[in-house]
């Protein structure tokens, strides 16, 4: 089982039922796992859909495709996260669900989950506890596509995916280089900049000797930095975690670093 501190947040008097939860779904998944294809559908949107997923290995994301096929990634799955639990109570699904790397997940029917989730308070509080931390991440995140700017958000997107995985344990605690599926175009999707714009971000942390990302592998050169990069969009959860923040305690709101190529706030403002 991972660390307990992947439980972001938990009252600490309920930490032992949601371990417990995590434990009990983790049964009732077992012998059940599916493989798909990097790119494959693990869930259509607007369709019903029936199960509730534990992905063990690779990672997917919840995405939304508009009518002109523009797309935008809204989270992304690590090893170890359960997602779909929405499928226990509603219809249908808004959005998709995506295969970012080849993938293996276990799942459970929807109508198992439910059962044990009325039979069984700490698999009831499992569950809860998952859509309260997805509803932590993207509130991190509307914050971050709305105020943050291109090198924010995007050293926001790489301290999070590192962090989460240094908790799940996928991680050492000192590794510097880790695989990286996402391409700049996805990158784009997920961050809100065009392709032009996020080859520029990618540049900028490549000449500031931050981080770059090569072949597949992000190799992180100074974490400092990154930190500081990223800081300012961090919740007040993640600015006291070493697995985002490692060693740096504060960050001055006069050391936000000014960009050049930002869009200024009167003229987003206007566009909206």
């Known amino acids: 089982m991972a660390e307990s501190t992947q439980y972001a947040l938990h009252r600490p008097e309920f930490l032992s039922e949601i371990e417990c939860g995590e434990q009990k779904i983790a049964q ?13 559908e693990l869930i259509e949107a607007a369709t019903e859909h029936p199960f509730v997923y534990r992905l063990l290995s690779g990672w997917v994301c919840r995405a939304r495709v ?6 935008q990634i809204i989270l992304i799955f690590l090893p170890g996260d359960m997602f779909g639990v929405k499928s226990m109570l509603l219809m249908r699904h808004t959005d998709a669900v995506i295969a970012l790397t080849n993938v293996v997940v276990e799942r459970i029917h929807y109508r198992d989950l ?57 991680l050492a605690p000192n590794a510097t280089r880790f695989e990286w599926p996402l391409t ?9 900049l065009t392709a032009v714009h996020v080859n520029r971000v990618l540049r900028r942390f490549r000449e500031e000797n931050i981080l770059t990302i090569r072949a597949g592998v992000l190799t992180v050169y100074n974490s400092e930095l990154l930190v500081r990069r990223g800081y300012s969009l961090l919740d007040s959860y993640e600015r006291h975690s070493a697995a985002y923040v490692g060693g740096v305690d504060t960050i001055p709101n006069e050391s936000r670093p000014v960009e050049p190529d930002d869009e200024p706030r009167a003229m987003r403002a206007a566009r909206i």
């Not at 077992?30 to 294809?37: H, L, N, V, Y």
Request: contains cysteine; hydrophobic residues 40%; proline residues 0%.
């Open 114 to 170: 439910h059962d044990a989730y009325l039979k069984n308070a700490d698999v009831a509080s499992r569950c809860l506890w998952q859509v309260m931390e997805e509803e932590r991440r993207l509130h991190n995140w509307v914050v971050g596509l709305g105020q943050g700017d291109a090198m924010e958000r995007a050293a926001m997107l790489v301290l999070d995916i590192r962090a989460r995985l240094l908790l799940s344990g996928a």
């Open 66 to 71: 508009l009518d002109d096929g523009r797309r």
């Open 184 to 192: 700049q175009g996805q990158l784009g999707d997920y961050l809100g």
């Open 28 to 40: 009732l998944m077992q012998g059940k796992t599916r493989r798909f294809a990097r790119g494959g």
